[in-house]
T-cell receptor
Framework: EAGVAQSPRYKIIEKRQSVAFWCNPI?????LYWYQQILGQGPKLLIQ????????DSQLPKDRFSAERLKGVDSTLKIQPAKLEDSAVYLC????????????FGQGTRLTVV | GDSVTQMEGPVTLSEEAFLTINCTYT??????LFWYVQYPGEGLQLLLK?????DKGSNKGFEATYRKETTSFHLEKGSVQVSDSAVYFC????????FGTGTSLTVIP
């Protein structure tokens, strides 16, 4: 079965610019997660979707970050405007449901803000 | 709220040494517990999991037992190899995934 697909793999932007990341989860997976992983740290949950509804976005900096999951499949995460501290790997993951099931991760998008 | 605490690294071992990476958790309800591994330049991969108390997850020679009485899920391997060099993350899930901060392991020949 195909895994979680993310694009782009790498992105370099200047501060105050905007950027968008795309994720295609494993077919049939209802739950989709976006994580931010800063170098040397564990993944931090930004937002969790169940189908096309938001389950948890308590740690999403909503003044600059936004995410959507139209039709309950693909998802995009946007940052506008970017700050230097947004430099990180952005990981997308999906799971069959939100209850005690393992998550499958994509390769991630490495963002560098200069 | 739910959380995971794992031992800080980095950990450096010689090949064939015994490995233990400690992980303890705080959770309401009955979470599932996981160990994920991240090899250099790659994404997170599931290493093993346990879904209820006293379950033992195992894969590639690694083992971890879900201990409800001590709220722990320590990762062990009897004889590490150079190819085991990676960052290991303990995680739990109830309604969402919580990850530990990761433990970097380097195995030297």
């Amino acid at each position: 079965e195909a895994g979680v697909a993310q694009s782009p793999r790498y992105k370099i932007i200047e501060k105050r610019q905007s950027v968008a990341f795309w994720c295609n989860p494993i077919s049939g997976h209802a739950t989709l997660y976006w994580y931010q992983q800063i170098l040397g740290q564990g993944p931090k949950l930004l937002i969790q979707f169940q189908n096309n509804g938001v389950v948890d976005d308590s740690q999403l900096p909503k003044d600059r970050f936004s995410a959507e999951r139209l039709k309950g499949v693909d998802s995009t995460l946007k940052i506008q405007p970017a700050k230097l501290e947004d430099s990180a790997v952005y990981l997308c993951a999906s799971s069959l449901s939100d209850k005690n099931t393992e998550a499958f991760f994509g390769q991630g998008t490495r963002l560098t803000v200069v | 709220g739910d959380s995971v605490t794992q031992m800080e690294g980095p950990v450096t071992l010689s090949e064939e040494a015994f490995l233990t990476i400690n992980c303890t958790y705080t959770a309401t309800g009955y979470p599932s517990l996981f160990w994920y591994v991240q090899y250099p330049g790659e994404g997170l991969q599931l290493l093993l999991k346990a879904t209820k108390a006293d379950d033992k997850g195992s894969n590639k020679g690694f083992e971890a037992t879900y201990r409800k009485e001590t709220t722990s899920f320590h990762l062990e391997k009897g004889s590490v190899q150079v190819s085991d060099s990676a960052v290991y993350f303990c995680a739990l899930t109830g309604n969402q995934f919580y990850f530990g901060t990761g433990t970097s392991l380097t195995v030297i020949p």
